[in-house]
């Protein structure tokens, strides 16, 4: 079964508006990592937030931790027609098992 | 430094044939992973490996199997292929020893469409 489970599995808004998508787990975590893929292509890392930061930055993006819920969200800020993908979560569980991605959330960003 | 390069592209088969997707990971990258994508399952874990060695192994039949060169480049091999074998098959390289601490770097990816 899926270790992360995004939500929603859909998400359509204007470009400009902001975009926030969640990520759910069930066990304890090393770290959680968000992907992006563009339409049939390969995923693109986009951040990692390890078990003991509860919010990280980059550009645009925000993601949040919250270890105790066993959740995450990925905010994207004034969204833009590019930033139309599906977006996932992936979760560590340590001992050097494989990364665990979830199904993903479908963003589209309307211009 | 150029990307994980994944070849072929396209791959049509039919049922009953074999496969080998091929992946050379970033320059200097010795884990490589595999991964099955499906509409109804999503991103399924096949394999990693790490110098060579399996390190890890997903939850697929026998028929899926790959293997690691000393050059760090990763074939999978897909044997008496099924409809239900259609899917995009991705590599991923990490400049680490593998496992999920490790950014993955994704290639983009076989479509393999078994008929």
């Known amino acids: 079964s899926q270790q992360g489970e995004e939500d929603p599995q859909a998400l359509s808004i204007q470009e400009g508006e902001n975009a926030t998508m969640n990520c759910s787990y069930k066990t304890s975590i090393n770290n959680l990592q968000w992907y992006r893929q563009n339409s049939g292509r390969g995923l693109v890392h986009l951040i990692l937030i390890r078990s003991n930061e509860r919010e990280k930055h980059s550009g645009r993006l925000r993601v949040t931790l919250d270890t105790s819920k066993k959740s995450s969200s990925l905010l994207i800020t004034a969204s833009r027609a590019a930033d139309t993908a599906s977006y996932f979560c992936?979760?560590?569980?340590?001992?050097?098992?494989?990364?665990?991605f979830g199904k993903g959330t479908r963003l589209s960003v309307i211009a | 430094k150029a990307g994980v390069t994944q070849t072929p592209r396209y791959l049509i088969k039919t049922r009953g044939q074999q496969v080998t997707l091929s992946c050379s990971p970033i320059s200097g990258h010795r884990s490589v992973s595999w991964y099955q994508q499906t509409p109804g399952q999503g991103l399924q874990f096949l394999f990693e490996?790490?110098?060579?060695?399996?390190?890890n192994k997903g939850n697929f039949p026998g028929r899926f199997s790959g293997r690691q060169f000393s050059n760090s480049r990763s074939e999978m091999n897909v044997s008496t292929l099924e409809l239900g074998d259609s899917a995009l098959y991705l590599c991923?390289?990490?400049?680490?020893?593998?496992?999920?601490?490790?950014?993955?770097?994704f290639g983009p990816g076989t479509r393999l469409t078994v008929l």
């Open positions: 992936a979760t560590d569980v340590g001992g050097n098992t494989p990364l665990v």
């Open positions: 991923a390289s990490s400049s680490g020893r593998g496992g999920g601490t490790d950014t993955q770097y």
């Open positions: 490996y790490f110098s060579e060695t399996q390190r």
